[in-house]
C-alpha cells in the first residue's frame, strides 16, 4: 500500500492536484490545530483558516512550471510569516493547548500529529524529517506512511512528473485510501475537541475507587478514553484512536459485525500466547450480552478490546467483527490498568461530557431509591419489598443457576431483618436508549460481621419509579 502511493504521488502532478485530498485535510486541520487551539477548535472552526490550509496545499501541488520558482518564493515568505506570527501570545496560548492535547495521544499518533502541524505551519522539510523517522520507528503504520508519501510529492516540481489519469482514478476508488482519510479525520476531530475539564461521560454517575480505571468508548469519533479514579473523582489519563464493527454499532444478533452500545466489565485479560497474531499484544473481554441485553433479546458473544496483527499498526475507523481494536503499544497500556470485573467499559454512539457536580447530583436521585430498596428489605414486608421487583426478576451468581425473583423475596428478608446493613463501594453507571436504566455495584456488611456480599443490580426505570430486573451476587 505505501509502496503504490509513495510511486504514483511521486510521478503525478495532476495526482498532487486533484486526487491529494489527504494532503490538503492535514493542512486545513493542521492550521486549525496551530492557530486557534485544540478546544477553542472544537467550537469554533473559521473558514479562513481552512481556506488558506487548502490553498497552501494547492500552491504548493498545481502551479505550472513557469510559475514553480515564483511560489517557492511565496511559499518561503508565508513560512517566515508564520514563524513570526507564531511568537504572538495568541499562539503560544494555542501552542500551549495543542501540546497538552497531544500529551493524551499515543506516541506514534501524537508524532504524527507533530508532522500535521509542522506542515500546517509552513515547515515543509521539518514535517518531511519528522514523518521519515516516524515510518522508521513505526514501518506498519499505513496513515504515517501516506502522509510521508504526501510529503514527498511536494519535495518533486511538476516539470519532473508524468501524468496517469487512469492510475489517479484507480487511486481514488481505492477503498483503502477512503479508508486512510477516514482514520485520518477522525484522529484529528478527537484532538481538536477535548473534554472540556471537569467533566466525565454522562454514564459515570458515582464510580467507587475499588474501580481504579474506567473505559469510555466514543464510536463516532473512534476514540477511546481512560478515566482514572481516585479521592478526586474520575480524571481523564489518556486516549486512544480505536477501530470499531464493519457495520457500525448497536450490536443486536450473532454475526451482525456491530460493536454492542452499553454499559459493560471486563471479564479476564487473555494471553497474547494464547492467542493467534491477529489479536495483537492481547484481549481484554467484556460481558456481552449483559443482562439488560438478554432481556432485549440480543444475542452474540466474544466481544472484546484487542490488538492489531503484528503488520498493521491500526485498522480503519469500521473494521472489526464488532469488538473494540486499539494499536499494539496503546492495548499494552491498557493491559497494565484494568482490573478483571472492576473495570467498567462504556460504549456509546457519542459520548456526553458533563460536569462532575452534575454527575454527583444525578446520583443522588438514584441513591434514594436504593435507600428505600434497603430499608423495605430490613422492616421485613415482603408485599412492600415486591414493589421494588418486575415480574420477570432474575437473580445469577458464579456458583448457581438464575432463580426468579420472587422465590427469593423471602429468603431476602430472612436474611436482613432488623439488621443493621451498611453499603459500601457503591457505583451507578447510567444508561439511556430508549430505556433508563441503572447498573448499581455495592458491597453490603451487617453489624457484627467483618465480610458480605457484593452485589451488582440491574434497575430499569419506569415512569416516576426505579426497578429491578436482575441482579448478579459476585461474591
Same mark, same amino acid.
Given at each position: ?8 504521488? @511521486?510521478?503525478?502532478?495532476? @495526482? ?12 486545513? #486541520? ?12 472544537? #467550537? ?23 510559475? &514553480? ?47 500535521? !502541524? ?20 513505526? %514501518? ?10 504526501? @510529503? ?40 481538536? !475537541? ?10 459515570? *454517575? ?13 464510536? #463516532? ?9 481516585? +479521592? ?12 470499531? $464493527?464493519?457495520?457500525?454499532? $448497536?450490536?443486536?444478533? !450473532? ?14 485479560? *487473555? ?17 456481552? %450480552? ?9 444475542? $452474540? ?7 492489531? %496483527? ?18 499494539? =503499544? ?20 457519542? @459520548?456526553?461530557?458533563?460536569?462532575? =457536580?452534575?454527575?454527583?447530583? &444525578?446520583?443522588?436521585?438514584?441513591? #434514594? ?42 429468603? &431476602? ?15 451507578? *453507571?447510567?444508561?439511556? +436508549? ?42
Amino acid at each position: 500500500m505505501a509502496d503504490i502511493v509513495r510511486r504514483s504521488r @511521486l510521478r503525478n502532478p495532476a @495526482l498532487r492536484r486533484g486526487a491529494n485530498m489527504l494532503a490538503a485535510l492535514m493542512a486545513a #486541520s493542521a492550521l486549525l490545530l496551530a492557530t486557534h487551539g485544540t478546544a477553542a477548535a472544537a #467550537s469554533t472552526k473559521p473558514a479562513s483558516a481552512k481556506t488558506s490550509g487548502a490553498k497552501a496545499n494547492k500552491a504548493s501541488a498545481s502551479l505550472p512550471a513557469a510559475r &514553480e520558482a515564483k511560489a517557492r518564493a511565496t511559499r518561503k515568505a508565508d513560512a517566515r510569516n508564520a514563524a513570526a506570527a507564531k511568537g504572538a501570545p495568541r499562539n503560544r496560548a494555542a501552542a500551549a493547548s495543542s501540546s497538552a492535547a497531544l500529551q493524551q495521544a499515543s506516541s506514534a499518533e501524537a508524532r504524527l500529529i507533530a508532522v500535521y !502541524e509542522l506542515f500546517g505551519r509552513g515547515q515543509p522539510r521539518p514535517a518531511l524529517a519528522k514523518a521519515r523517522d516516524l515510518v522508521r520507528d513505526y %514501518p506498519n503504520f499505513q496513515l504515517a506512511q501516506l502522509v510521508y508519501a504526501d @510529503l514527498l510529492a511536494t519535495q518533486v516540481p511538476p516539470a519532473h512528473a508524468f501524468s496517469d489519469a487512469t492510475g489517479i482514478g484507480r487511486l481514488r476508488s481505492d477503498p483503502a485510501m477512503a479508508d486512510l482519510r477516514e482514520e485520518s479525520r477522525r484522529r484529528l476531530q478527537a484532538l481538536r !475537541e477535548r473534554p472540556p475539564a471537569g467533566t466525565v461521560p454522562s454514564q459515570f *454517575l458515582a464510580l467507587s475507587t475499588r474501580s481504579r480505571y474506567a473505559i469510555a468508548v466514543d464510536a #463516532s469519533r473512534s476514540r477511546l478514553y481512560l478515566l482514572e479514579n481516585s +479521592d478526586k473523582g474520575l480524571q481523564l489519563v489518556a486516549d486512544y484512536y480505536v477501530s470499531v $464493527g464493519k457495520s457500525g454499532i $448497536g450490536k443486536a444478533t !450473532e454475526g451482525d459485525a456491530r460493536t454492542p452500545l452499553g454499559v459493560y466489565y471486563v471479564t479476564s485479560s *487473555l494471553d497474547p500466547k494464547s492467542l493467534r497474531d491477529f489479536y495483537g499484544a492481547g484481549a481484554l473481554p467484556i460481558n456481552y %450480552p449483559n443482562p439488560y441485553d438478554v432481556r432485549r433479546g440480543k444475542t $452474540g458473544s466474544g466481544i472484546w478490546l484487542h490488538g492489531t %496483527p503484528p503488520q498493521q499498526f491500526s485498522r480503519a475507523p469500521l473494521a472489526s467483527d464488532g469488538c473494540v481494536v486499539m494499536a499494539n =503499544p496503546d492495548l499494552k497500556q491498557l493491559l497494565r490498568k484494568v482490573q478483571i470485573g472492576a473495570t467498567p467499559v462504556v460504549t456509546a454512539p457519542s @459520548l456526553q461530557w458533563i460536569p462532575r =457536580p452534575q454527575a454527583e447530583k &444525578e446520583a443522588q436521585t438514584f441513591t #434514594s431509591a436504593i435507600s428505600a430498596w434497603k430499608d423495605a428489605r430490613a422492616n421485613g414486608n415482603e408485599a412492600q419489598l415486591k414493589k421494588f421487583y418486575l415480574p420477570d426478576f432474575q437473580r445469577s451468581s458464579s456458583n448457581k443457576k438464575n432463580t426468579d425473583g420472587f422465590s427469593v423475596l423471602h429468603d &431476602e428478608v430472612e436474611y436482613a431483618q432488623g439488621k443493621r446493613v451498611q453499603f459500601k463501594d457503591m457505583s451507578f *453507571l447510567h444508561w439511556r +436508549d430508549g430505556d433508563d436504566t441503572m447498573v448499581a455495584t455495592f458491597g453490603e456488611v451487617f453489624e457484627g460481621e467483618k465480610s458480605g456480599r457484593t452485589r451488582r443490580q440491574y434497575w430499569l426505570r419506569q415512569g416516576s419509579e426505579w426497578k429491578l430486573f436482575h441482579e448478579e451476587i459476585l461474591g
